[in-house]
């Protein structure tokens, strides 16, 4: 986990980034336009939608509300799945909308579409955030972590 705002920035960066990419791949997919410039086309702004999002919103919710669970905050395991479980509900439903929004507009039928937007997001974010990108996130940041503190023993 993060323990300063530098390392915060790299672990928000890295973590939105993988997800909005495999997520974005995934939905293009589903509607039979994936392709590498609409993929490419459309990371960038979906980034900078999540990126905010995670840090402005979503980001400071879960946190607020992992530390309210009846959790062991001294086991690290614990706080990282309160806080990830969190996180994914939030920015599903979050970048379903917006998803949901750039493709075509408001749809006629919202809700329907809204609900089956985020059911069909949810089976991968999970298993994505929790298997994947979590552990690789967390990884680079304590190879970083681990090379600032060699530079400052040296």
């Not at 590498?36 to 980034?47: A, C, H, N, Y």
């Not at 006629?108 to 089956?116: E, G, K, N, Q, R």
């Not at 994505?128 to 304590?142: A, E, F, N, T, W």
């Amino acid at each position: 986990m993060p323990t300063n705002a530098k390392e915060g920035i790299i672990f928000t960066t890295l973590m939105c980034s993988m997800m909005v990419f495999v997520m974005s791949a995934y939905n293009l997919l589903l509607v039979g336009k994936l392709g590498v410039t609409t993929l490419l086309l459309g990371f960038i702004p979906g980034f900078i939608v999540a990126f905010i999002l995670d840090v402005l919103v979503v980001g400071k919710i879960a946190m607020a509300i992992a530390d309210k669970l009846p959790l062991n905050h001294d086991k690290m395991w614990q706080m990282i799945l309160a806080i990830s479980g969190m996180m994914i509900c939030g920015m599903v439903a979050f970048m379903s909308l917006y998803g949901l929004l750039i493709e075509g507009g408001m749809p006629t039928h919202f809700w329907p579409a809204y609900l089956s937007t985020i059911g069909h997001n949810i089976i991968v974010a999970v298993p994505l955030q929790l298997i994947i990108v979590g552990p690789i996130s967390r990884k680079i940041l304590s190879m970083i972590h681990a090379s600032d503190e060699a530079k400052k023993t040296v």
